[in-house]
């Protein structure tokens, strides 16, 4: 069976040092990956993808995100987090199995990132 | 930009009442997508729908059933609501193409009462 996995339920972070929020995941074949950001009573909102190609991936609001194949994981990472970043964050596969299968993606169970000033 | 829209952001309904949300996106999306989400188990697929008339269970469909009368509508019914069914549901959409990203509405908090 196909999962994904956020080990943090929450990370905690001071404003301008770097951020990591952890996911791994456990697929058959080869793995599509995705974050979402959810701010407070807001849906998801996509930030990026890894499908192929370079494994360092950038997205929407300066954060980028690694796939590291050996140890299959794909975290999210920025640089310098801002107090506006905190949110809570899904990491997403894409699920292959059963009808339509193709078309579904299984949810992490989301990491609340806080960043204090 | 993509546009997925929901119904009610709030929505109090009594036990054993039948319920109705309501999803409408814009981009002509192939697939269309419900879930609920509760603190500590992320979202958890209740329906999904790849074509109009078509529809599949997800994980947790007891309880729930869809519509999907025109490309760009996509219903969740609660026939009889309980108080378990509690909680925010998602409405989500995306192409059936190599992208595969789905593009969420802003939630519908449901509290049943």
């Known amino acids: 069976a196909q999962s994904v996995a956020q080990p943090e339920d929450q990370v905690n972070v001071a404003e301008g040092n770097p951020l990591t929020v952890k996911c791994t995941y456990s697929?058959?074949?080869?793995?599509?990956l995705f974050w979402y950001v959810q701010y407070p009573n807001r849906g998801l909102q996509f930030l990026l993808k890894?499908?192929?190609?370079?494994?360092l991936v950038k997205g929407s609001y300066g954060f980028e995100a690694e796939f590291n194949k050996s140890q299959t994981s794909f975290h999210l990472k920025k640089p310098s987090a801002l107090v506006s970043d905190s949110a809570l964050y899904f990491c997403?596969?894409?699920?292959?199995?059963?009808?339509?299968?193709?078309?579904?993606?299984?949810f992490g169970a989301g990491t609340r990132l806080a960043v204090h000033p | 930009d993509v546009k997925v829209t929901q119904s009610s952001r709030y929505l109090v309904k009594r036990t054993g009442e039948k319920v109705f949300l309501e999803c409408v996106q814009d981009?002509?999306?192939?697939?269309m997508f419900w879930y609920r989400q509760d603190p500590g188990l992320g979202l958890r697929l209740i329906y999904f729908?790849?074509?109009?008339?078509?529809?599949e269970k997800g994980d947790i469909p007891e309880g729930y059933s869809v519509s999907r009368e025109k490309k760009e509508r996509f219903s969740l019914i609660l026939e009889s609501a309980s108080t378990n069914q509690t909680s925010m549901y998602l409405c989500?959409?995306?192409?059936?193409?190599?992208?595969?990203?789905?593009?969420f509405g802003p939630g519908t908090r449901l509290t049943v009462t």
């Open positions: 981009m002509d999306h192939e697939n």
């Open positions: 997403a596969v894409r699920d292959m199995d059963g009808a339509g299968g193709y078309n579904k993606l299984i």
């Open positions: 890894y499908i192929t190609g370079d494994n």
């Open positions: 989500a959409s995306s192409f059936s193409t190599v992208t595969y990203e789905q593009y």
């Open positions: 697929v058959s074949g080869n793995p599509y």
């Open positions: 729908s790849y074509d109009v008339k078509m529809k």
